[in-house]
């Protein structure tokens, strides 16, 4: 499994553009990347999830270059309510779409008012 | 529109006595089930995954142990509790065909192993 590295923490005032990055310098192949969303005692939240380039949904942007060593969460103008860890997730989707993957501690996001 | 459940929420539970956690998804059928354990401040171990009934891949090492006896349900147990068993358990399913794959969790158990 590719090993991630992300920041373990970050703070952002409200309204403002988070982007998270991971690195990721061993992805085989056939990874795809998938961001993860937890609040305290709760279970994690699938973002989003891509392969390479720009995947964009309702919640957020996933930047992923090229060379797919790297990738950028991008959360557009953020509110108190988006204070949470994050988790940047690197995996193998084998036959039948099990999924083995492995989170690190993720960043803490903080916003601040 | 798919929900997962898990029981129970709380447990505290003496060290030496058995465990049972119990998860169950509706709304999708034959889906991967997983089981992670989250200790306080730390990221989510995977402990556990199963593509079908009866089929259970363990990831680590422990005195844990998973069963699927149907489709939709998966079980976590012990028969001995160790105090490093105390954490966040975590359930989760992802889907077979058409889609990313991606996991959807469920609430979660907290367990407190004295």
């Known amino acids: 499994l590719a090993k991630t590295t992300q920041p373990i923490s970050m703070d952002s005032y409200e309204g403002q553009e988070v982007n998270i990055t991971c690195s990721h310098n061993n992805i085989a192949t056939n990874d795809y990347i998938t961001w993860y969303q937890q609040f305290p005692s709760q279970g994690p939240r699938f973002i989003i999830q891509g392969y390479k380039t720009k995947v964009t949904n309702e919640v957020a942007s996933l930047f992923i270059p090229a060379d797919r060593k790297s990738s950028t969460l991008s959360l557009p103008r953020v509110s108190l309510s988006d204070t949470a860890v994050y988790y940047c997730?690197?995996?193998?989707?084998?036959?039948?779409?099990?999924?083995?993957?492995?989170f690190g501690i993720g960043t803490k996001l903080q916003v601040i008012p | 529109s798919q929900t997962i459940h898990q029981w129970p929420a709380t447990l505290v539970q003496p060290v030496g006595s058995p465990l049972s956690l119990e998860c169950t998804v509706e709304g999708t059928s034959n889906p991967n089930l997983y089981w992670y354990r989250q200790a306080a401040g730390r990221g989510l171990q995977l402990l556990f995954y199963s593509v079908g009934i009866g089929q259970i891949s363990s990831e680590v090492p422990q005195n844990l142990s998973a069963s699927r006896p149907q489709d939709r349900q998966f079980i976590l147990s012990s028969k001995k509790l160790l105090l490093s068993d105390s954490g966040f358990y975590l359930c989760?399913?992802?889907?077979?065909?058409?889609?990313?794959?991606?996991?959807?969790f469920g609430p979660g158990t907290r367990l407190t192993v004295t």
């Open positions: 989760a399913w992802s889907g077979t065909s058409g889609g990313g794959y991606e996991q959807y």
């Open positions: 997730l690197v995996g193998v989707t084998y036959s039948g779409g099990y999924q083995k993957v492995t």
